[in-house]
Each structure stands twice: as structure tokens, then as C-alpha cells.
């Protein structure tokens, strides 16, 4: 198992190490590097200083391992909006998008996984077919015009939700959260539920999937041919089958909560991460778009680590196969 | 407490059943019917029969013969929107149909206990979990109780070392172990009747004898009543007092198991019973032989016309195989290295000659079946020599193979993936002739037309789609289709193991009659040993990768050498009722497997010469 | 092939069979009135968009017809020319919304279809070639491709076009650098379980030439879950187009998508000029909404659940 645990770790590292080669080569092959150092307003003089002080006439390989160097030791340069360490920068911003993708992949999570079972379980009833309509719908809904359609709604019409902002916070652990007051809560609603309609619908059909292809397994019927209560079949038997891939595709879909989230921070003038980078790339602050994506890169690594890891223990087959090889 | 209550259990069961004419369950017309397309269709027709305490029922029919339905439907385990059952079932005079819900629940299980295929067993849970989970529903104890009952139910079906395989999963078992499992859940509430619907169908037949044998001897113990779902007439005769015969969800016959057997009153058992071949009847002939052909409308049936020999003894063998050996690699690990290796095929050597049938027969993981794929270059053997006509098949590239290939066809065991859905069933036949440019399209289609008369079926079938065929009339065109060709030798691996019991009696009827008009070969690839003895001149024998024995048919059948052969003529279930009665020892041994470690170095085998052409390796 | 011989109605096989396997095909897509409905709806909007420049009242970029004091007219006023009625309204330049409606549509379209065709082709070839080769080849690609699925397409296409700046060919290229993977993991996957059927090892004993038995038996083959994700992956290719577009980071200013309408009309609405952003999004999502369904009936379609 730990041998098992080292391995997917050393993968993660490669990953990492992959995602700085391309960061790098977008940055500095596909983009302008002069553009990412100094202000696009700058001088040919100023220019031409900087290109020598950082060494852009170098070897490329030369100049990716001072980037990776850089990367190590936390160094992405520095904001020319903000002033600041670009990786101070995205570390400012980052609680408020993760309070934001927790919560909707919570709303996704305590509506989807009911709303599927019912739909798998009883899918010839009205109310399932209606769902699973729904859940179309939420598929091809896109975010960005949703939170229009929220604010529209909510907000303009008929006044109840905020539609910008956090709100009043409370500082926790040295960071400051909304979801602790109740102005905050109400500036979360919106954003929450918007980001977490795709994921709804997405939770939804993964739940009724597996009800459908679990139900007519033999087991099933093997466990009622034993005389179990039905309750008993379908919270013990059908529900631990299910959650071993919902439980899985939840955690990758917490990475992409988190990027979507620029979509609804955007719109919502949430202030995280995701609003930086779009901010960011219009203004071209070049080195905050480099932080970001390395944080981004950090992020999704460990997830899918985690995701490998709660996998690795929900299902038997995996876990002993994966002790086998240890 | 326990004690005290399985003891009362064990008294009731043992009411003499000659005294007892009240049965156990009596079902009465039982009528099941099936939502299809928004209208109702009948799937059971009016089925009746009983079975008496401590009595084994069997109950008998092809697919699509409503079988498993009725099991279910006496479970009320079908789905109730889509299906609607009908009749009375009544257990000791209790009418299961109307009961309620709960009250049917405690039933199941406890009362009426039930097995099936092997792979029931929820993949997520221990085996302990599944057998805890029952006793604790039905019988009320707790957790520690219930451990410790689980821990003897497994001893009691012989699972070894039960204290450290309770907390194991059940991929970790083997499928005849798996089985056991289930045999010791349906124990666990000393049930009065034990439904078993096909538990042994998957299974390798020395398996397949182990389990038949331990639901024989725990039925004695018990006193319980059961009753046995199959398709298997062997599996019939060896295991139950009395046969119920269902045909498209009618009951066509129904009596003591003997007098079905041995003089079937109705025309559809007869025509059911003339398609099974019955192990060793063919000891009086070195040839194989045609099934008879019953008339469903008189139930009279037509002696079959005999089989001529076909065998060209004199001229070179048509296909010699020599030294051929194939291994795979397992790769694991985190680097995906190679860990360990499959014998798949170890040494293997046999001649065929022209209108020669020689069988390979084996269990799984024996390597019968690479063998033929080797020789078709499937697989690529490493190292050996396959030669056809001369050249060797085994180190040609790929021009040259495609020509080879004329010479040997292969038919698989699927009917349904062996044909491309996509194209009709004249392209799929013309292919191979246009591919190879022996003529004209035009004569392709002529030819294949033809064929497919000689298989029986229409010419006009040609413009059709595979899908609007059934799994029989599929193998002959796939038959059709490997004959285009004109090949001289057909590996035929598993081609009849999928079909119902008529339809592989009139398909091994049909390879009978190619091989006369074309003195075509066969590799006859199979796990069935009597269908084995029915097609064969020659046998080999295989084990663990090699040919263990190899010799005539009737000299493998009539005088195995070999211990692995007398183990396995002797698991085959044989439609002979006086079985029903014979108890054997059979120690619960496993089929072992080819993986072997990197290092292995097989070793050398010495062989025997029993009488001529009779090869045995030695043991030792 | 010349004169028909007499014998068995063998020779029409082989004209019968394509137009056999589609009118099957649509003979169960017929089953559902729904998506019949969504086909019919999608076939107007695909004539809608191809028809732009021909139908639409006024040339939405053509500023010598936009009058900046028409501006922000809601739904059904007349122009003041008196020449035709802004039905769906006007945005702050006085631009006719259905006019800009119908080329934003066009756009979209077109964006979202030939990513997913280039995709298609790009991806589906690799996922094939990958199969084919297996080896060092396939675990370079596949881990690829694993590598990208691992990434949200929004944070892809976003990086790539940080990089690339705005532009439609640039969406475009994005979109496909996006797309492949889902179509490569797709091609390989189909194509390793249907190498390993039965009909295509009776080929090979058969001695079917290995082209023939690429194009002829394992491609069709491999075809319909293509199709499948390749219509749902267009609508996604649309809304991708549109949410980039809307962040501002898609399409130019000068060639508009539905999502850069949405875009512009974003700020007017918290004046309660909803119908700069409204009916856009309308007109968006009936189209993806048309694929979805469209994709969703076709997968029914191509794996009937009870098939023998």
C-alpha cells in the first residue's frame, strides 16, 4: 500500500514537472516573455535592460531551469497591478474560490445524489421523467447565461439575493469566509447554485446510472433471493456499488468546479481566483497568469491523488490488487 | 438454543415421505406473463407439478423453455410492474402468491433457500458479510453468534481454512469455491426446499462433479427438498428423483427421473433426449456418429444414416503440429514489468490427417484453445513448427500467411460476435473469395449460394442481416463461411458450447456431413467430453498446457491411462438414473493454473506407448 | 455485375445494405416524437444560420445602417425609418438584436462545428493509430490524453488562449487542442474492444487484407460511438465558444458569437434591458439543447439495451 502510495506520488511529481515544460513553453515560446517582465508600456531602453537582466538571451533550456528554480523556491515574480509577489496575489484570493467551489459541489451532492436515486429507482414515474428532463436542461444551460438569468431574477427583479460581492466576513484560521454570516450566506446563495446546476444535473444521471446497471445485477436479486428487507438491499447493497464511482467523479469534479468558477466569479464579482485571472489576462499581468495556472496545476494534482487514494480503499478489487503489488 | 432448534428443524424434515402424500410444494397452474412491447405475453402456460419432502425435482428445458421463470415466479422475485403471475404455489398448504410482502420475505431464505450462478456474491462485501447478513435477518443472532455459525456453515461445504477466507472477497475465490459459498448461505436456515437454478453451468465438470455431489450429500443430512434448474439431461440423471420437462413455457412431460429417461412418453423429450450424447455409448465403433433425428409431430425417430470413414491414413498428415509452444507475459508492478508467465501451450505435438477429426479436451486454462489459435497464428507461438502441406505456418510473413490461410479456417464459439453486424450475410460469405481472388464476384455469389443450401439454409438468406438469425442458424453461416475457401483443415475451437442441446446435435450433425462431401479435417476444440466422443477418430487430452494423453477415441474412452483423464471421464454427469443414488468421493480439489514464475524451466516428459497411436506421458 | 443471372436473390446484397442500416437507424429514431421535433428544430437553425446575410432585416456590421440614436428600443418598436420593426429589439448602437442574432449563430456554428470535425479527425485517428500500434506509441498518446482529460476544458482553452490571444481561428485551434482527447480515448477504446471480437479474428483466419480489415470491418464499427460523443461534443464545443467569448477572451469584437452578445448586453440588464442578453441566450440554448437531445436519442438508438 505504501509502496502503491509512493508511486502515484512520484507520478503526481511528473505531472507537475509535464505542466511546467508547457507553462513554460506557452509563456515563453507561444506568448512574448518581454511582455510577461515588464508593462506593455514600457520603453525600448527599459526593454532592452530587462531582457539582458533576466537573461532572455540565453540558452532556452538555461532559461527554464531558472523558471523551474523559480518555481521551487515560490518566486513567479511579481504583480505589476497589485505590486505584490504574484503568488501572494492568488494565495489572497484563493479561500474565497474554494468557499465558493465547496459549497456548490455541496448543493450538487445533497440535491443530485437523492434526485438520481429516486429517477434509478423508480424511472417510469412522472416525477423522475421530469428529472431527468431537468437534468437536460441543466446540461446545456450555460453557467455564464444562468447567472445572467439569476441576477435578473433575484437580484433585479425581485430584489432578494445580492448579486456581487462576499458580503460581510468572519476571519477563520487566518482567512476570511462568507459562509459564516448571514449576509455572506445570502451573497453566496447565487454563486453557489449557479456554479453547482451543471454538477446537479451531472451527479443526477451518474446516480441514476448506476441504480439502473446495478439493479439488474445478480447479486441484487441474489440478495433479495435471501430474504433482506428491500430497504436493506438498496442502502447496502445497491448504494456501496454506486458510491464507488460517484464518490470517485465527485472528487475530479471538484477540480473543474474550481475552474469554472472563473465563469461565476465573473459574473458575480466574487472576489477569488477565478475573477484574478480573467482581470489578469486582460491587463495582461503575465505573471499572475503564470501563479495561477502553477496553483491551479498544485490543485488538481492533489485531487486526483485524493480521488486515487478514496478509491484505492472504497473497492476491494483495487485495494488488493494494489496490495499485491506492494 | 441453536442446537435445540436445528434439531426440531432436522425432525420435520425427515417425515418419511412414503407416508406423506400431502407434498411439500405443490404448484398449480402456474401462469407468468411478461410486459413485451406494451402488451402482455405469456411465458408460463399453466405449469403444475409437486415436489415431496426430501424429494429432488428436476426441472428440465432448452432456453427460452421458461425454467428460470418459474423459480422466480414461485420466489415472487420478478419485477411487479412488468410481470404478473398466476396460479397457486403453495408450501405446506400455504399459498406463497397471496401472501404479504414481509411474510413472503421471511420465506426467502429461510424457508425456501435459493442458488444460482456462481457470480451472485456482491463484489464489495466479504464473503463473511453475505453470511452474516442472512443468519442475522432470519435467525435473529448477533454479531458474534453469527460469526461463529458462519465459520461452521463453510466447513461444512469444505471450504479450507475458513477462519482466514471469511474476511475475503469473492473475486478472490475460485468459481467452484464461490459456489460453495452460496451452497452454505442456502444452509444457513436449514431451509425445506433449496432451488438451484443452474449453479454448475459455468463451472469446469470437475468442478462441476464436486458441487454436484456436496448439494446430494448435504440434502441427505438435511432432509431438505430440492429443486435442481438445467438444461444438462447428465445433470438430471445424477442428481434427482423426478423430472418436470418444460418446453416454450409448457410442461410437457413429467414423472420419476428413471422412466423420463429411459422411455419418454412425449415428442419433444424424446427429440431432447436423442441430441444428448450419453458418454460411452459409442464404444462398439472407432467412428463417429450422427444424432438421431426425432419427428416432433409423431415423436418417432429416424435411425441416423451411418457415418462413413473419411480417413485417408495413407497419404501425409494434412496438418502436423511439432514441439509448439506458446507462453504469455504478465506484466505488473509499477513499472509494468514482466512479473510472471502463462504456459499457455507447452510442448505440444500431434499430426492430423486428411478427414480426420482429432479433438483437444480440456478444462479451462488447459491451453486448448491457444493451441488452435496458435495454429492460426492468432497468437504467435514461440517456439515450434505448424506445418500444412509442407510449409511452416509458423514463421511466415504476412503475404504469405494470408495465402496459407486458405488452407485452415477457424469457427469460433460466439455466433453472435462472429459475425460483422454490419454487413449482410452474402458480403460476409463473399468476402473471402473475392479477398483471395479465386474468381469472379459473380461466381463468388454463386458459391456462396450454394453453401449455404449445403449448410441448410435458402440462398436468399444471403441478402439478410446476421442479427435476423438465430445463434444456430448463425454457426451454420459461419460454417458457410470458413468453407468458402476450400479449406482442408477447420479448427473448430468451442463452435457448438453456446447452443441449446437440439440445435448442437443437428450443427454436429451438419460437420459430420461436410467432412464427407469435402474430407475436410477437424481440430475439434471443446470442454464437453461427450460431445467429444461423439465427433472424434482421435483425442488429446490436455492439462495445464500439455497433451497428457493422446490416442483413438475409443482407446482414450475405453482405456485412459492417464489419471487427469479417468478424473475427468469420470466427472461427466451421464443420463443414466442409476447415478441418482451413487455417492463418490471427490476431494475438493482446484484447477490449477498455467502461471508460472520467470525462472520455471518445464520439465522433461517421458511418454508411454499404450498400443499403437496410444501415447501416454508418465506421472511422476 | 453486367447482365443479372437468374439465380438466387443473392445480388442485391450488396446495394441493399447501406440504405438497410440507416433506415433501421431511422426507423428507432422515429420512436421518439421529441427528438424528431429537436432534429426538425435543428435542421431550421443550421438553414437560419447558413441563411444569415440573406434573411436577416438589416446587416448588424455594416455601421452605415445603425443609427446610435435607435439605441436600446425594446422588443416590437418600429423604426423610426418606418422601413421594419425591431421584433427582438435593439442594442446600444441601434443594432437590430434579430439581425445580430442570426450572424451570432452563424458564428457559433460554425466555430463549434469544425472544431469538432478537425477534433474528430485529428482524434479519432490518433485513438485509432494508437490502438493499431499499442506499445511505446499508444502509452506516449494515451498518457497524453490522460494528462489533458485531467485539466477542465475551460482552463485549457483559457491557457491556450492567454497565450494566443483573441480571434476565431484561434478559438477554434483552442477548441480542438481541446476536443482531441475526448475523441482519441473514444477511437481507442471502441477500437481495442471491437479488435478483439470474434468477426474480426474471422477475418484475419479468413486472410482479409489488414487495410481491408481497418476500413471495412473494424471502422464501421468503431463509428456510432463516435457520432454519439461527436454530437454532444459540438453543443459543448458551442457553449465552450460562448463562455469564452462572454470572459472576453474568445472572439473578436468585430465578428460576434452568441456569447459575446450575451456579453454586451450583460451591463443593461441591471437597468432592465433584458433583451440584449435574453434573447441571445434563448437562441443559444435551443441549439444546445436541440444537439443534447439529438445526441441522446442517437445513443439510444445505437445501443438498444435489449439486442441480441
Request: glycine share 8%; net charge neutral.
Amino acid at each position: 500500500m505504501i509502496s502503491w502510495f509512493g508511486s502515484r506520488l512520484i507520478q503526481a511529481l511528473l505531472v507537475m514537472l509535464a505542466m511546467t515544460v508547457i507553462v513554460f513553453i506557452g509563456v515563453n515560446v507561444v506568448g512574448d516573455p518581454v511582455a510577461i517582465l515588464i508593462p506593455p508600456d514600457a520603453t525600448a531602453a527599459e526593454r532592452l535592460r530587462v531582457v539582458q537582466a533576466f537573461g532572455l538571451d540565453r540558452p532556452l533550456w538555461e532559461q527554464y531551469f531558472s523558471f523551474l528554480n523559480g518555481v521551487l523556491h515560490g518566486d513567479l515574480g511579481r504583480s505589476y497591478v497589485y505590486n505584490q509577489p504574484a503568488l501572494q496575489v492568488i494565495l489572497q484570493r484563493l479561500p474565497a474560490t474554494m468557499e465558493l467551489a465547496a459549497s456548490a459541489m455541496l448543493v450538487a451532492i445533497v440535491i443530485g445524489i437523492p434526485l438520481g436515486l429516486y429517477a434509478g429507482l423508480r424511472p417510469d414515474s412522472p416525477l423522475a421523467k421530469l428529472f431527468m428532463a431537468g437534468s437536460v436542461l441543466g446540461f446545456s444551460l450555460p453557467t455564464f447565461w444562468v447567472g445572467l438569468m439569476l441576477i435578473m431574477i433575484f437580484s433585479v427583479n425581485l430584489g432578494w439575493l445580492p448579486a456581487s460581492g462576499r458580503g460581510e466576513t468572519v476571519e477563520l484560521f487566518g482567512m476570511r469566509w462568507s459562509f459564516l454570516t448571514l449576509d455572506g450566506l445570502s451573497h453566496l446563495a447565487l454563486p453557489a447554485l449557479n456554479l453547482a446546476l451543471f454538477k446537479i444535473a451531472l451527479v443526477m444521471r451518474l446516480v441514476r446510472a448506476g441504480v439502473r446497471e446495478v439493479l439488474p445485477q445478480d447479486y441484487i436479486r441474489y440478495a433479495r433471493a435471501r430474504g433482506l428487507r428491500e430497504g436493506r438491499v438498496i442502502w447496502v447493497h445497491v448504494l456501496k456499488n454506486i458510491l464507488i464511482p460517484v464518490v470517485t467523479i465527485i472528487g475530479l469534479e471538484f477540480g473543474s468546479v474550481i475552474a469554472f468558477s472563473i465563469v461565476t466569479e465573473t459574473i458575480f464579482a466574487w472576489p477569488g481566483m477565478g475573477k484574478l485571472i480573467i482581470d489578469s489576462i486582460n491587463v495582461l499581468d503575465r505573471p499572475v497568469m503564470v501563479a495561477y495556472l502553477m496553483m491551479i496545476v498544485v490543485i488538481f494534482v492533489v485531487i486526483n491523488l485524493l480521488v486515487d487514494l478514496a478509491y484505492t480503499l472504497l473497492d476491494p478489487r483495487v485495494r488488493l490488487a494494489a496490495r499485491g503489488k506492494s | 438454543m441453536m442446537t435445540i432448534q436445528t434439531l426440531d428443524r432436522t425432525r420435520q424434515g425427515e417425515t418419511p415421505a412414503q407416508t406423506a402424500p400431502a407434498p411439500l410444494l405443490a404448484v398449480r397452474n402456474l401462469r407468468t406473463s411478461f410486459v413485451q412491447r406494451g402488451r402482455w405475453t405469456s411465458v408460463l402456460d399453466d405449469v403444475s407439478f409437486d415436489i415431496a419432502a426430501g424429494e429432488t425435482l428436476a426441472v428440465v428445458g432448452e432456453s427460452g423453455s421458461g425454467k428460470s421463470v418459474t423459480a422466480m415466479s414461485i420466489m415472487r422475485l420478478l419485477p411487479p410492474k412488468t410481470s404478473r403471475v398466476e396460479g397457486q404455489v403453495l408450501l405446506q398448504g400455504q399459498d406463497l402468491l397471496t401472501l404479504p410482502d414481509d411474510a413472503m420475505r421471511r420465506i426467502r431464505g429461510n424457508e425456501i433457500a435459493m442458488i444460482f450462478q456462481e457470480t451472485s456474491l456482491n463484489p464489495v462485501y466479504t464473503i463473511g458479510f453475505h453470511i452474516i447478513e442472512t443468519l442475522r435477518q432470519h435467525r435473529g443472532l448477533n454479531e458474534t453468534q453469527a460469526r461463529a455459525e458462519a465459520l461452521r456453515l463453510m466447513d461444512r461445504v469444505r471450504i479450507p481454512s475458513a477462519g482466514r477466507r471469511i474476511d475475503e472477497y469473492a473475486h478472490q475465490f475460485s468459481g467452484g469455491m464461490r459456489q460453495r459459498i452460496m451452497i452454505a448461505i442456502a444452509l444457513a436456515c436449514q431451509p425445506k426446499l433449496l432451488i438451484a437454478d443452474e449453479p454448475t453451468t459455468a463451472l469446469d465438470v470437475t468442478i462441476q462433479a464436486q458441487i454436484l455431489q456436496l448439494i446430494k450429500e448435504l440434502q441427505a443430512d438435511e432432509g431438505m427438498s430440492v429443486m435442481f434448474i438445467t438444461h444438462d439431461m447428465g445433470v438430471v440423471a445424477e442428481t434427482s428423483d423426478r423430472t418436470v420437462v418444460l418446453y416454450h413455457g409448457r410442461k410437457v412431460e413429467e414423472g420419476p427421473t428413471s422412466r423420463v429417461l429411459l422411455s419418454p412418453h412425449e415428442a419433444y423429450t424424446r427429440k431432447l433426449l436423442a441430441a444428448v450424447p450419453r458418454l460411452g455409448e459409442m464404444s462398439d465403433s472407432p467412428l463417429p456418429a450422427r444424432f438421431a433425428e426425432v419427428d416432433m409431430a409423431t415423436g418417432n425417430s429416424t435411425a441416423p444414416r451411418p457415418v462413413v470413414d473419411t480417413v485417408d491414413h495413407a497419404a501425409a498428415p494434412v496438418l502436423s503440429v511439432q514441439n509448439l509452444t506458446t507462453r504469455f507475459d504478465v506484466r505488473g508492478g509499477t513499472l509494468g514489468g514482466v512479473t510472471a508467465r502463462v504456459h499457455a501451450v507447452e510442448d505440444v505435438s500431434f499430426d492430423i490427417h486428411a478427414g480426420e477429426t482429432l479433438s483437444l479436451v480440456g478444462e479451462s486454462g488447459c491451453g486448448k484453445s491457444t493451441t488452435g489459435r496458435s495454429i492460426m497464428r492468432l497468437v504467435n507461438p514461440v517456439s515450434g513448427r505448424i506445418m500444412v502441406g509442407g510449409r511452416d505456418m509458423a514463421g511466415l510473413g504476412h503475404r504469405d500467411l494470408r495465402a496459407m490461410r486458405r488452407k485452415v479456417q477457424m469457427i469460433f464459439q460466439d455466433p453472435v460476435s462472429s459475425l460483422n453486424a454490419r454487413m449482410t450475410v452474402g458480403d460476409a460469405l463473399t468476402e473471402p473469395f473475392v479477398v483471395h481472388r479465386l474468381g469472379s464476384r459473380r461466381a463468388a455469389r454463386d458459391k456462396a449460394a450454394a453453401l449455404l443450401q449445403k449448410v441448410g439454409l435458402d440462398a436468399d438468406m444471403a441478402s439478410r442481416f446476421p442479427h435476423e438469425f438465430s445463434g444456430g442458424q448463425r454457426q451454420r453461416i459461419s460454417i458457410a463461411r470458413a468453407l468458402m475457401l476450400d479449406p482442408q483443415i477447420i479448427v473448430a475451437d468451442e463452435s457448438v458450447s453456446a447452443l441449446d442441446v437440439s440445435v448442437k446435435a443437428q450443427v454436429i450433425n451438419l460437420l459430420l456431413d461436410l467432412q464427407e462431401s469435402f474430407k475436410v479435417s477437424y481440430l475439434f476444440i471443446s470442454h464437453d467430453m461427450a460431445v467429444v466422443e461423439r465427433v472424434s477418430h482421435r483425442v488429446a487430452v490436455m492439462y495445464l498446457g500439455e497433451i497428457v494423453e493422446i490416442g483413438p477415441r475409443q482407446a482414450i474412452f475405453d482405456n485412459p491411462q492417464h489419471s487427469y483423464t479417468r478424473r475427468l471421464i469420470e466427472a461427466v454427469p451421464v443420463v443414466d438414473p442409476a447415478r441418482r443414488h451413487q455417492t463418490r468421493q471427490i476431494p475438493a480439489e482446484e484447477i490449477r493454473s498455467p502461471v508460472r514464475q520467470l525462472d520455471y524451466t518445464p520439465p522433461t516428459r517421458q511418454w508411454r506407448t499404450v498400443a499403437p497411436g496410444h501415447f501416454v506421458m508418465d506421472e511422476g | 455485375m453486367v447482365n443479372l443471372p437468374e439465380t438466387p436473390s443473392i445480388h442485391n446484397a450488396a446495394t441493399d445494405r447501406p440504405e438497410a442500416a440507416w433506415r433501421r437507424v431511422w426507423r428507432d429514431y422515429r420512436g421518439s416524437p421529441v427528438a424528431v421535433v429537436m432534429l426538425a428544430l435543428l435542421g431550421v437553425i443550421l438553414v437560419l444560420a447558413l441563411l444569415a446575410p440573406l434573411i436577416s432585416p438589416q446587416n448588424p456590421y455594416d455601421l452605415m445602417q445603425l443609427d446610435i440614436m435607435e439605441g436600446l428600443l425594446p422588443p416590437g418598436t418600429e423604426a423610426s425609418s418606418g422601413d421594419m420593426i425591431y421584433h427582438l429589439g435593439t442594442d446600444d448602437q441601434g443594432r437590430d438584436m434579430l439581425s445580430a442574432i442570426l450572424h451570432g449563430l452563424r458564428i457559433s456554428l460554425f466555430v463549434g462545428v469544425v472544431s469538432a470535425v478537425c477534433a474528430v479527425l485529428v482524434g479519432a485517428t490518433l485513438g485509432l493509430f494508437a490502438a493499431y500500434r499499442g506499445g511505446r506509441t499508444e502509452s506516449v498518446i494515451m498518457r497524453l490524453v490522460d494528462l489533458q482529460l485531467s485539466f477542465p476544458t475551460i482552463l485549457v482553452a483559457l491557457m491556450i488562449l492567454a497565450f494566443l490571444g483573441k480571434g476565431i481561428s484561434n478559438v477554434i485551434l483552442a477548441l480542438i487542442i481541446v476536443e482531441w482527447a475526448t475523441y482519441a480515448r473514444t477511437a481507442r477504446g471502441t477500437a481495442l474492444v471491437e479488435s478483439r471480437r470474434e468477426y474480426i479474428e474471422a477475418a484475419h483466419c479468413l486472410g482479409v487484407p489488414l487495410y481491408r480489415i481497418i476500413f471495412r470491418h473494424l471502422l464501421p464499427n468503431c463509428m456510432t460511438p463516435l457520432i454519439v460523443i461527436g454530437t454532444v461534443q459540438i453543443a459543448r464545443a458551442i457553449t465552450l465558444e460562448a463562455t469564452l467569448s462572454f470572459l472576453g477572451i474568445g472572439v473578436p469584437v468585430t465578428e460576434p458569437s452568441l456569447g459575446l452578445l450575451i456579453a454586451n448586453g450583460y451591463q443593461y440588464m441591471f437597468a432592465g434591458q433584458y433583451w440584449l442578453s435574453f434573447f441571445p441566450g434563448i437562441a443559444l440554448l435551443v441549439t444546445i439543447v436541440a444537439i443534447n437531445l439529438v445526441g441522446d436519442r442517437l445513443r439510444d438508438v445505437f445501443n438498444p439495451k435489449g439486442q441480441a
